[in-house]
């Protein structure tokens, strides 16, 4: 048998135990290689639309004509092909209106590649939050859909889908816009697929610290409540216009979650909805989400109350007013933490500098290295 020959065998027997493999774990959709190589022009780094902690992110066009976001996990992320297809066979059966849809993937050889329809209007943290800000207009209308949109998505996922499922990660560059700004909630159903050894202690990107729960925080506790923690800071980004985090403003302002504390507590809420509304805002029902993203964010995660409940809230289907709302769960109670204060402090200021190149210039959207203060108290 020539080289080439056995090559050609080898390709083959692979591709029949991918095809294989498929039959068995489910119905997802294989891509070859060879396919999205073509699809995105040999990945070309000008059809690069992205990089997060999984990989790069590339825009292509399939043969069809449909445009597709192409995700190259990291070589880290590598796992059995068959565990690999078991994952996502979850995320591939998991449909709904305010979710980024997982057209398939590829396995070939070493290669962990998810194909994903593509969204036009690129993340929240780009458009809305971003340095470089789109031209699209945030009106209140649009900001209404968006925040109902991804508490739907939500709660679809943690009420509706069998077994239920806590995204981990929900923040503003995890929710995607298509063409006519409807939210599409991305990155759910990845948990399995990080690296092995990866806890929410790990240096593997896994939340922005401001959008983590202090249960999240500080003992790794993921439960839906701890997404609905991190709902509640992407609600108050939104109506507020900006990052929750911003190293710039003064001290007080620096951490929206506290800003709005402090306005809510003196009466005056209403001070935090961005400026920049004006036309069609609706000022009593963005202070009812506000009201709804403080409930969210409460630092008794018991008290938070459910994605269903949020939906119902934001609607109006459900009273706001008559609504109890306790202190929330404050990154800067993290620092006063007794434990290891000192680490703590210098952990949040480098994460704090290591992000002025953000797209906002300040902490909040910056993907850092889940290394959590229970990290700190760890190793000590
Ligand atoms: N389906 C998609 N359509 C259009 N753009 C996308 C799509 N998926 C991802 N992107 C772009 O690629 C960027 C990187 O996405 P990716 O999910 O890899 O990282 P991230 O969300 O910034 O961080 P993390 O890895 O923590 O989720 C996104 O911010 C977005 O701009
Ligand atoms: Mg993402």
Same mark, same amino acid.
């Given at each position: 048998m020539t080289c080439f020959q056995f090559f050609v065998k080898l390709k083959r027997s692979q591709q029949q135990q991918d095809l294989q493999l498929n039959k068995s774990v489910g119905n997802v959709k294989l891509f070859s290689f060879k396919e999205l190589r073509a699809a995105t022009g040999d990945f070309c780094p000008v059809n690069k639309v992205g990089e997060g902690g999984f990989g790069s992110v590339y825009k292509g066009t399939l043969r069809n004509g449909t445009n597709v976001a192409v995700k190259v996990l990291? &070589?880290?992320? #590598?796992? %059995?092909v068959k565990e690999f297809l078991t994952e996502i066979t979850s995320i591939y059966n &998991?449909?709904?209106?305010?979710l980024v849809e997982l057209y398939g993937c590829c396995t070939e050889g070493q290669r962990r590649i998810l194909v994903y329809n593509y969204l036009e209007n690129n993340s929240l943290a780009q458009t @809305? @939050? /971003?340095?470089? $800000?789109?031209?699209i207009q945030f009106s209140w209308k649009t900001r209404y859909k968006i925040s109902v949109g991804v508490a739907r998505g939500l709660a679809f996922l943690h009420e509706e889908v069998e077994p239920h499922i806590v995204h981990r990660d929900i923040k503003a560059s995890n929710i995607l816009l298509d063409r006519d700004l409807t939210p599409k909630i991305s990155?759910? %159903?990845?948990? #399995? @697929?990080?690296?092995?050894?990866? =806890?929410? !202690?790990? =240096?593997?990107?896994? %939340?922005t610290i401001g959008y983590l729960a202090p249960e999240y925080a !500080? $003992? /790794?506790?993921?439960t839906q409540k701890s997404d609905i923690y991190s709902f509640g800071i992407l609600l108050l980004e939104i109506v507020s216009g900006r990052c929750n985090t911003n190293k710039r403003l003064p001290q007080d302002e620096q951490f929206l979650l506290e800003r709005a504390w402090a306005l809510y507590d003196q009466g005056e809420l209403e001070r935090i909805i961005d400026a920049s509304l004006t036309e069609d805002l609706d000022i009593k029902q963005a202070c009812k989400f506000l009201k709804v993203s403080l409930l969210c964010t409460q630092d008794s995660a018991k008290l938070r109350p459910s994605m269903s409940t949020v939906v119902k809230m934001l609607t109006g289907v459900r009273d706001v007013e008559s609504e109890k709302i306790t202190k929330p769960g404050l990154v800067s109670d993290f620092m006063e933490m007794k434990i290891h204060k000192k680490k703590a402090n210098e952990l949040f200021q480098s994460m704090s500098s290591s992000s002025n190149s953000s797209h906002c210039g300040s902490l909040g959207n910056t993907t850092c290295p889940s290394m959590t203060f229970t990290a700190i108290v760890d190793r000590e």
């Open positions: 990291s &070589t880290e992320s #590598k796992q %059995g &998991t449909v709904h209106e305010n @809305l @939050l /971003g340095a470089n $800000r789109s031209n990155d759910f %159903g990845l948990a #399995k @697929l990080w690296p092995p050894n990866a =806890t929410h !202690i790990s =240096t593997r990107v896994a %939340g !500080i $003992r /790794g506790q993921v």
